[in-house]
Each structure stands twice: as structure tokens, then as C-alpha cells.
């Protein structure tokens, strides 16, 4: 992925150099030059952040509302190093009642009581239950994960135990 992003860094240069040779000598106003100069530079930063949850790395927003728990893990706060501490989840979204589309990784503020859930549920999925959760805001109003939006730093996690699926009679 690392030379993917050196190769798509230099396309992007390759295209400044190309908007600055094309505004050097075109006949353009002044004010679409200048424009084609910061769209550029602004596509730079745009792309840089939009790559990063296609590196793998822990997207920063909401939970979708139900989801799967697939693991966790929990890096508690050091105050000798000067660290927060952050909880990360691999999770799978449920929609109508079952898992839809692929895992995700997330990542959380720590929070001691999330944290003990945590450990509770990872016992229980050890032992072969499936944990299935719900995200809500601290103020009660549903999460939605298809906002790209930051998460909110406090979301209302609940875990359980994933029942048993119900069969049709024969």
C-alpha cells in the first residue's frame, strides 16, 4: 500500500506541475488560475485523508446502530507515557436482522466501563456465544454509519449475547 501511495503522490504533483506550466503562459483570468492552483492543492489533503481508512487503519466514526462483535482490543491509558488509551473494535454491521457487508475496524476513546463490557463479552465468545451490539449517542438519538462523520466521543454501548436464530417449522 506504501507504493501505492507514493505513486499516487507523485500523480498529484505531476498534475501541480502541469496546472503551474498551463497558468504560466495561458490567456486565463487571473481568478481561474488561481482557483486551478488551490483545487489542486486542496485535492493533495483530500485524498491523503480519504486513504487512510483504505490503509486498514481504524476508521474514527460512528458505530452503526446493531452490529456483530468480531474482536476487540484495548490499549489502557499510560500516564508515565502520556497516553489516553483507545478501544478497538473489529465489527460487522447487522442489517435487517443479519450481518450485511464486510468487517470494520473502529476505534473508540477508552472508557473503563466499555472496557470491562469488553472483557466480559470476550469470555463469553470464547466459550462459543456470539455478541452482538447496539450504539446510541449519550444523548439517546440513534448512531447512523453512513454519515462520514467523526464519532462522537461518548456513544452508549450495549453488548449481549447473539440468540439462537429461529428456524422455520418443518
Known amino acids: 500500500m506504501t507504493q501505492t501511495l507514493w505513486l499516487l503522490g507523485g500523480a498529484y504533483v505531476a498534475l501541480g506541475v502541469l496546472v503551474l506550466a498551463l497558468n504560466i503562459r495561458s490567456g486565463w483570468p487571473l481568478w481561474v488560475r488561481l482557483g486551478c492552483i488551490v483545487l489542486v492543492s486542496a485535492l493533495y489533503f483530500v485524498t491523503w485523508h480519504s486513504l487512510q481508512d483504505l490503509r486498514g487503519w481504524p476508521a474514527r466514526m460512528s458505530l452503526p446502530h446493531h452490529f456483530l462483535l468480531n474482536a476487540s482490543s484495548v490499549l489502557e491509558p499510560d500516564e508515565s507515557q502520556g497516553a489516553a488509551g483507545r478501544i478497538y473494535l473489529w465489527i460487522t454491521p447487522i442489517v435487517n436482522d443479519e450481518p450485511s457487508g464486510i468487517p470494520r475496524a473502529f476505534t473508540l476513546p477508552y472508557d473503563r466501563e466499555l472496557h ?52 422455520p417449522e418443518k
Open 116 to 167: 470491562t463490557r469488553l472483557e466480559r463479552a470476550r469470555d463469553a465468545m470464547r466459550n462459543g456465544q456470539l455478541q452482538m451490539g447496539t450504539a446510541d449517542r449519550s444523548d439517546g438519538e440513534r448512531v447512523v454509519s453512513e454519515d462520514n462523520t467523526f464519532a462522537p466521543d461518548h456513544q452508549n454501548i450495549e453488548l449481549r449475547d447473539l440468540p439462537e436464530p429461529m428456524l
